[in-house]
């Protein structure tokens, strides 16, 4: 106790920098079986003398600029950080990890960062709400209930999960010089008007997804999301015209999506599906629970769109499937549903396929789709499909670039039931209508 009161007096009287330092730096070099110690030793560090608890507030928002603007450099994204937190930690460290990243955006100017970057930050509502930083740690231990040893435990908790990250491939610039990309930031994902600095089209897609997921009446959700599914085709079929003409000279970006248990893999496998049909390329990092897409930019705001809407019908059909048992009584819901999931990722994957497919065709022999749903007859032209080969061809290049060793998986299916029953349900879930209405 004496030598923790002489380090504690030295972080009061200024040396609450040097004392977090140490105690993150044993807390990350700890093996497992003495992490323990090594948080118990740094919390009590941190949090053994009242009067240094406000130079301790500083001194951690210090170190967190340094240790979040080092994952930053590794290729990570503020949803990354969330997400890693959510799956490994508590809400407590998430809230505080949310923090953080909120105070190192102090750093950077609202124009150092992307469109997608800036949307990241919104949804995880990352704002500096405290009064001053010395302030911080005593007003996050009220709103929370926390004592400062607890506060000072989920600190260091947090800053060894963070920086013990391996670097990742970017999938965008990072904040900085140079850093804003892809336009302006867009409105919330949910809103169905116009939302500055997207396509037009972009927004009426997102309008329709909207209201397939709200709608009580299958019928209508399964129009409006044919609809979708429609407007994105001609959307991607009009950017590779417009980038063969010589107006667009993009190269292919990449996103991250999460894709978390339980069913990860058949839900890897639903993005998947949409992601080739849209001409994009996904990589899973399961370890991390997330899935890199790799396409053009256009091209993977609809994907995102898509996966999130469809994500959510096949959850609910999954569901209303409810659970089965052997004869024994004994339940087999987890590999129905498995199985359920499988079938329901593979049968859109083979609609989708065939309404892109069509809408090819389509735009090849002239056939157009207007912004206000009627259609245009134009002369065919002749770029269209060397268009998007090259367009095929670069996504493909870049995820050469991006992950360079990729590795397949398999994903068994264990129970025929399941299997036929998300057949059934992916039908059911049509992305189009009647024939002459998916042809226009």
């Known amino acids: 106790m004496g ?3 002489q380090q504690g007096q030295a972080g009061a009287d200024g040396g609450a920098a040097p004392l977090l330092d140490q105690a993150v730096r044993a807390v990350l070099t700890a093996p497992e079986d003495g992490l323990d110690l090594a948080l118990d030793t740094g919390a009590s560090l941190m949090a053994a003398v009242p009067a240094q608890w406000p130079a301790v507030s500083r001194a951690l928002l210090g170190y967190a600029d340094t240790a979040v603007g080092r994952c930053w450099s590794a ?3 503020p949803a990354d950080l969330a997400r ?18 909120a105070a190192e955006g102090r750093r950077h100017p609202a124009a150092a960062l992307d469109r997608r970057w800036h949307e990241q930050l919104r949804e995880l509502e990352a704002e500096v709400w405290w009064q001053g930083d010395e302030a911080y740690l005593a007003a996050f231990a009220h709103r929370h209930r926390l004592d400062r040893f607890a506060l000072a435990t989920a600190a260091l908790e947090l800053l060894r999960t963070w920086g013990r990250l391996p670097p990742i491939a970017p999938v965008g610039p990072g904040p900085g010089p140079g850093g804003r990309a892809g336009g302006a930031p867009r409105a919330d994902r949910q ?4 939302v500055p600095g997207e396509p037009r089209m972009l927004s009426r897609i997102r309008a329709l997804l909207a209201k397939a997921e709200s709608t009580e009446y299958p019928e209508e959700a399964e129009a409006l999301t044919a609809k979708a599914q429609q407007l994105m085709a001609q959307h991607s079929i009009d950017e590779a015209l417009l980038a063969a003409g010589g107006a667009d000279r993009n190269a292919p970006g990449a996103l991250r999506i999460g894709v978390d248990n339980p069913y990860e893999s058949p839900k890897t496998m639903l993005l998947d599906a949409v992601a080739a049909a849209n001409r994009c390329r996904v990589v899973w990092a399961k370890e991390f629970g997330f899935c890199t897409v790799v396409g053009f930019d256009g091209d993977l705001d609809g994907v995102e769109l898509l996966y999130t809407s469809l994500l959510v019908q096949m959850t609910h059909a999954m569901q209303k499937a ?3 048992q052997h004869l024994d009584g004994a339940s087999r819901t987890k590999a129905f549903r498995q199985s359920f999931l499988v079938a329901y990722a593979a049968r859109i994957r083979e609609r989708l396929t065939a309404a892109t497919e069509r809408a090819t065709e389509d735009a090849a022999a002239g056939r157009h789709l207007r912004e206000d749903g009627t259609e245009e007859h134009l002369v065919p032209d002749e770029r269209l499909l060397p268009a998007l080969a090259a367009r095929t061809e670069a996504v493909d290049q870049e995820v050469g ?19 036929v029953a998300g057949r059934a349900a992916a039908d059911r879930a049509a992305l189009h209508g009647r024939a002459g209405e998916i042809r226009r």
């Open 84 to 101: 890693v937190v959510r799956r490994e930690l508590k809400p407590v460290h998430l809230a505080l990890a949310v923090d953080l990243i």
């Open 401 to 419: 670039r991006m992950f360079p060793k990729l590795v397949s998986q398999r994903v068994r299916v264990s129970d025929g039931e399941g299997w």
């Open 191 to 194: 809103a169905q008007g116009p």
């Open 75 to 77: 290729g990570w994204r």
């Open 322 to 324: 409810g659970s089965r």
């Open 3 to 5: 030598r923790r009161r």
